[in-house]
């Protein structure tokens, strides 16, 4: 069976959705293909911060009812070291803006209805995904569902497909270049069943390594710790973590975290990696098919949300116009966003985190860095310009 549409997107992630979703509302058709199942990708829990820009563009879109009712709004934001808290004034320094802690789970829900809702057609369990001719005028998406081959034929393709996706490995090894960094340490992620230890996120460098505190709703915190990245959960009962928790976070004042019982454990890994070009023929690269950041500057979904605003911006231009001058441009004009994301996510990481060749010189480097961004307006700014969002162009 072969289907026709303008625009092919594999991926129901969050960039293939909005991706779609924003095409929509210009009139432009288009079909997303996904590998899971409806249920797999709106029960995959992930946590997501999400930055000003993010939250503004979706309520534009009107799929923001839910966000706007359970998102938690944070003006703010503290960083700890040194058995001293430090709260560094996100609004204030940046005009009135802020960033909403709402999982990223909760966003691929709202898009996938939204979709659903205005008649959009998603292929759930669409299973070896194959993309040809990207460098025709008719390039082509292969898949099998239900044990049937269907075929969707498109003038364009979203690789939305995320970072173990095929739709990157489709770009030529010969005009691909990939930048790689590997980090010696992963996060050790707990969902806990406490109220609020906090009403904004905590960031905390202590001599044991890195700790994160944030809220996911009323009744529950998501919370983190630096940790082996070969680490395995069963080695750590509920005691232990929590003993790890109060000694990472432990303030001068005696601050603790609400602690309860924990139903949710998992290691994450930690890596930076680019993509480039994030095109190739009519094939173009968004979200993680394209780049990952490390979770510590909360850039991840932000990132896959300007890359698809870009790209649809250059789509609805092509099938308006004719003209191919944005989507010409898409691959550099995201990447400029890409990069300086990668550069305050590599900033924060290695500002916050026990590297294992860190030396007493290094600690005390990074002391003063916390000093500095905590005491100076200017670099506290810098900070919260970045944590809020950078413009999408």
Same mark, same amino acid.
């Given at each position: 069976?072969?289907?026709?549409?303008?625009?092919?997107?594999?991926?129901?992630? &969050?960039?293939?959705?909005?991706?779609? @979703?924003?095409?929509?509302?210009?009139?432009?058709?288009?079909?997303?293909?996904?590998?899971?199942?409806?249920?797999?990708?709106?029960?995959?829990? *992930?946590?997501?911060?999400?930055?000003?820009?993010?939250?503004?563009?979706?309520?534009?879109?009107?799929?923001? !009812?839910?966000?706007?009712?359970?998102?938690?709004?944070?003006?703010?934001? =503290?960083?700890?070291?040194?058995?001293?808290? @430090?709260?560094?004034?996100?609004?204030?320094?940046?005009?009135?803006?802020?960033?909403?802690?709402?999982?990223? @789970?909760?966003?691929?829900? !709202?898009?996938?209805? +939204?979709?659903?809702?205005?008649?959009?057609?998603?292929?759930?369990?669409?299973?070896?995904?194959?993309?040809?001719?990207?460098?025709?005028?008719?390039?082509?998406?292969?898949?099998?569902?239900?044990?049937?081959?269907? =075929?969707?034929?498109?003038?364009?393709?979203?690789?939305?497909?995320?970072? @173990?996706?095929?739709?990157?490995?489709?770009?030529?090894?010969?005009?691909?270049?990939?930048?790689?960094?590997?980090?010696?340490?992963?996060?050790?992620?707990?969902?806990? =069943?406490? &109220?609020?230890?906090?009403?904004?996120?905590?960031?905390?460098?202590?001599?044991?390594?890195?700790?994160?505190?944030?809220?996911?709703?009323?009744?529950?915190?998501?919370? #983190?710790?630096?940790?082996?990245?070969?680490?395995?959960?069963?080695?750590?009962?509920? !005691?232990?973590?929590?003993?790890?928790?109060?000694?990472?976070?432990?303030?001068?004042?005696?601050?603790?975290?609400?602690?309860?019982?924990?139903?949710?454990?998992?290691?994450?890994?930690?890596?930076?990696?680019?993509?480039?070009?994030?095109?190739?023929?009519?094939?173009?690269?968004?979200?993680?098919?394209?780049?990952?950041? &490390?979770?510590?500057?909360?850039?991840?979904?932000?990132?896959?949300?300007?890359?698809? *605003?870009?790209?649809?911006?250059?789509?609805?231009?092509?099938?308006?116009?004719?003209?191919?001058?944005?989507?010409?441009?898409?691959?550099?004009?995201?990447?400029?966003?890409? $990069?300086?994301?990668?550069?305050?996510?590599? $900033?924060?990481?290695?500002?916050?985190?026990?590297?294992?060749?860190?030396?007493?010189?290094?600690? *005390?480097?990074?002391?003063?860095?916390? !000093? #500095?961004?905590?005491?100076?307006?200017? +670099?506290?700014?810098?900070?919260?310009?970045?944590?809020?969002?950078? &413009?999408?162009?």
């Amino acid at each position: 069976m072969t289907l026709l549409t303008q625009v092919g997107i594999v991926g129901a992630g &969050p960039a293939g959705l909005l991706l779609s @979703h924003l095409l929509h509302l210009q009139g432009i058709e288009s079909i997303v293909i996904e590998a899971r199942t409806r249920d797999e990708i709106e029960g995959t829990i *992930r946590a997501g911060v999400l930055e000003q820009g993010t939250v503004d563009l979706l309520t534009e879109l009107g799929v923001a !009812d839910r966000l706007k009712r359970e998102g938690f709004v944070h003006h703010g934001i =503290e960083l700890r070291f040194a058995g001293r808290r @430090h709260r560094i004034d996100l609004s204030e320094l940046t005009g009135g803006k802020a960033i909403t802690v709402y999982a990223q @789970h909760e966003v691929i829900r !709202d898009l996938v209805q +939204a979709r659903l809702a205005a008649n959009g057609m998603i292929v759930f369990n669409a299973n070896d995904a194959q993309i040809h001719d990207t460098e025709t005028d008719a390039p082509r998406i292969r898949y099998v569902t239900d044990g049937q081959s269907q =075929e969707i034929v498109c003038q364009f393709i979203g690789g939305c497909d995320g970072f @173990h996706g095929m739709c990157r490995e489709s770009i030529p090894e010969s005009v691909r270049r990939e930048y790689l960094r590997t980090y010696p340490f992963g996060w050790f992620g707990i969902l806990a =069943e406490a &109220p609020p230890s906090s009403h904004e996120l905590i960031y905390a460098l202590h001599e044991r390594g890195f700790a994160l505190v944030s809220t996911r709703s009323p009744t529950l915190q998501r919370l #983190y710790f630096q940790c082996d990245p070969h680490d395995r959960v069963e080695r750590w009962s509920d !005691d232990r973590i929590w003993t790890e928790f109060r000694s990472r976070l432990e303030t001068q004042d005696g601050w603790k975290p609400k602690e309860g019982v924990i139903s949710q454990k998992s290691v994450i890994a930690m890596r930076s990696f680019v993509c480039e070009p994030m095109q190739h023929g009519r094939l173009f690269l968004a979200g993680d098919a394209a780049h990952i950041v &490390p979770p510590t500057g909360a850039k991840g979904l932000n990132l896959a949300v300007a890359d698809v *605003r870009v790209l649809a911006q250059a789509f609805v231009e092509h099938f308006r116009t004719g003209s191919a001058e944005r989507l010409q441009r898409y691959s550099a004009t995201a990447l400029r966003r890409v $990069w300086k994301a990668q550069r305050f996510s590599w $900033w924060m990481t290695s500002m916050l985190h026990q590297f294992p060749d860190n030396n007493p010189y290094q600690r *005390r480097v990074q002391l003063a860095e916390l !000093d #500095y961004v905590t005491s100076s307006r200017a +670099a506290a700014t810098t900070l919260a310009e970045n944590y809020v969002g950078l &413009p999408f162009e």
